[in-house]
C-alpha cells in the first residue's frame, strides 16, 4: 500500500493548472487574452503553466 509518485505529481500538476485557469479568469485581462492563456494551460498543461508563470497576466 505505497503511495505512487507519479499519483501525486499528477495531482500537484493538476492543482497548478487549476490555480492558473482560476488567476487568469480573476485577472483585469481583455476576455480574448483570458481565453488564449486557458487554452494554452488546457492543451500543454504543464509548458503552459511555465510560459503562463514568464509571460501570463499579471493582477
Same mark, same amino acid.
Given at each position: 500500500?505505497? #503511495?505512487?509518485? &507519479? !499519483? #501525486? %505529481? =499528477?495531482?500537484?500538476? %493538476?492543482? %497548478? #493548472? @487549476?490555480? &492558473?485557469?482560476? *488567476?487568469?479568469?480573476? /485577472? !483585469? &485581462? /481583455?476576455?480574448?487574452? *483570458?481565453?488564449? +492563456? @486557458?487554452? @494554452? $494551460?488546457?492543451?500543454?498543461?504543464? @509548458? =503552459?503553466? #511555465? &510560459? +503562463? $508563470? %514568464?509571460?501570463?497576466? *499579471?493582477?
Amino acid at each position: 500500500m505505497g #503511495i505512487e509518485v &507519479a !499519483g #501525486i %505529481l =499528477g495531482l500537484i500538476g %493538476l492543482i %497548478l #493548472i @487549476v490555480y &492558473a485557469v482560476v *488567476k487568469t479568469v480573476q /485577472s !483585469g &485581462a /481583455s476576455t480574448g487574452v *483570458k481565453v488564449v +492563456w @486557458v487554452v @494554452v $494551460l488546457l492543451v500543454f498543461p504543464f @509548458v =503552459g503553466f #511555465i &510560459a +503562463w $508563470l %514568464l509571460f501570463g497576466p *499579471k493582477g
